[in-house]
């Protein structure tokens, strides 16, 4: 049985986890047994299934990936109710004074997952999350499985069904399901490109009081853990969706209030609805 098994793995698996040393080990620990989780799981099937489904299902419309930043606060959003919209992590907090939700919600950070679980459960839309968060949304029959990865190397998805490269932020993961749909033009908003918090990037932190890097006081409030960001790993992410997009005759436009994010072309907000 061994002498099936392995060859069969080895189609499977990346180079790298048959590697003898501490690289193998780590990628088995952190991304391997995730992987081959999968590979056996009838949730797994079925969220590449359903992610198949959405391929191209919105081609040629628009679409508005938001960021989390202040800025939204200085944002209309009211204009974004009968729009395609994709949302990340903990914007739900903004539904109740909106009066209506994004068609999307995105989240890749186990830490988010892990501590938002039953939040982000109580939402009725289609969910797009990480595999590697499967254990705190098991009872959820709404989430979507991506199988997101943080390492090398550094690539754009056109096709959700395989790996997912997640880039250094949620909005990357967003620009890629938005190509996957077929969406012709994304607009930013939101996506501030600035935090007042300081630090290593990817290092955990613990909040020590009100969030001041986005909308809501209490999205990252007192207590709550989370990662800094890595701006010039997340540059480098926008920098392959904006090639890949105008490569096929699409776009990505930045129409962030005061946004300090400069890969993409800048637009108006209010320029893009009729009067």
């Known amino acids: 049985m061994g002498d099936l098994i392995k060859p069969t ?6 180079k790298s986890i048959w590697r003898l040393g501490s690289n193998s080990y780590w990628y088995w620990h952190n991304r391997g047994r995730h992987r081959l989780a999968a590979a056996f799981n009838p949730k797994w099937a079925k969220s590449k299934q ?4 959405y391929a191209d299902r919105h081609r040629g419309k628009r679409c508005f990936v938001l960021g989390n930043g202040p800025s939204l606060n200085g944002t209309d959003l009211t204009k974004l109710k009968d729009e395609f919209t994709f949302g990340s992590n903990r914007v739900y907090l903004m539904f109740d004074q909106l009066g209506f939700t994004t068609t999307f919600l995105v989240a890749i950070n186990t830490l988010v997952i892990e501590q938002c679980a039953s939040e982000l459960s109580s939402l009725n839309m289609p969910k797009f999350m990480t595999w590697r968060g499967r254990q705190w949304l098991r009872a959820d029959p709404t989430v979507i499985y991506l199988d997101t990865d943080y390492t090398q190397p550094e690539t754009f998805s056109t096709d959700l069904t395989g790996r997912v490269f997640e880039g250094g932020t949620v909005t990357y993961v967003g620009l890629q399901l938005a190509y996957h749909m077929g969406f012709q033009q994304v607009v930013l908003i939101g996506v501030d490109h600035d ?3 300081t630090g290593p990037p990817n290092s955990t932190v613990v909040s020590q009081g009100e969030d001041l890097n986005h909308f809501d006081p209490g999205y990252f409030g007192k207590g709550f853990k989370w990662q800094l960001p890595d701006l010039e790993a997340s540059e480098r992410s926008y920098m392959l969706a904006k090639q890949a997009f105008e490569q096929d005759g699409r776009s990505i436009v930045d129409a962030t209030v ?12 209010d320029s893009l609805f009729d009067e």
């Open 9 to 14: 793995l080895k189609r499977w698996a990346p």
């Open 50 to 53: 359903r992610l198949a489904a």
């Open 195 to 197: 935090y007042s918090t």
């Open 258 to 269: 005061g946004g300090k994010l400069n890969i993409f072309p800048k637009v108006d907000y």
